[in-house]
């Protein structure tokens, strides 16, 4: 059972509400605030996503201890470990689009030519195999 007085479970509980709250937030923003939001969240080294991940790695070397210790069955850790490894590729896949998603933050330049409406791009679909 979890002893939800623990400094460590309140601050748990406390950033999973932040983060409820960001989310909130995203989704009512404004697109150059969104884009802020989402550039802060998305930074490999510094951003949300960058620390959830860290977490997720060292929440692996704990259930790899307790897995071998006979604690915890060998699938925690594994699947933790597969956790980790898709949160950092995923990491590394959206980085390579932080600087476009800070671009939309910044304020437009004006510009002597006349605006053209931004086209949207068609969608590429994958398929997991």
Do not use: C
């Not at 671009?103 to 949207?120: D, F, G, I, T």
């Amino acid at each position: 059972m979890t002893d939800t007085n623990l400094p460590s479970v309140q601050l748990a509980a406390s950033i999973a509400h932040q983060v409820g709250q960001l989310r909130r937030h995203l989704a009512l923003a404004p697109p150059h605030e969104a884009a802020q939001i989402l550039a802060g969240v998305l930074d490999y080294d510094t951003g949300i996503l960058a620390e959830v991940t860290q977490l997720v790695e060292t929440g692996s070397r704990f259930a790899k201890v307790h897995s071998e210790r006979g604690t915890l069955p060998p699938e925690v850790w594994l699947d933790m470990g597969r956790a980790a490894n898709e949160l950092n590729s995923v990491g590394a896949g959206l980085n390579e689009h932080t600087g476009t998603i800070k671009q939309v933050a910044l304020p437009a330049v004006p510009s002597s030519r006349p605006a053209s409406a931004p086209v949207a791009s068609a969608m590429v679909i994958r398929r997991r195999r």
